[in-house]
């Protein structure tokens, strides 16, 4: 599916994306850079995190606890892009790169 992310500078740009991928895996392979990811994707560092409007959020399925615990101090809508696997479902997703704090 076509996925678009907006960057930290509020630049948006629009991948497909592969089936099967995590968001974080999908993201960094078509060469966007903002997302550090630096556990390689197995939900230990926060640096993969996105944010996702109302509307974005309620076509993913929740977080579970283990993701949730990362995400305790954040907002609501913020989510590990490397815990959110793509499927055919997420045509048109919007996701914003949240801002890494480190
Ligand atoms: Fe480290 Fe997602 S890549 S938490």
Redesign the pocket.
Known sequence: PEITFVTTAGEEITKEIPVGLSL?RGAVEAGINDIL????????????KIILDEANAGRIPPADAFEGS?LEDDPEGWR????IIVDDTLEGLVVRLAPTEY
């Open positions: 974080m990811a630096e556990c390689g994707g197995v939900a230990s560092c926060g640096t993969c990362m590990l892009s490397c815990q």
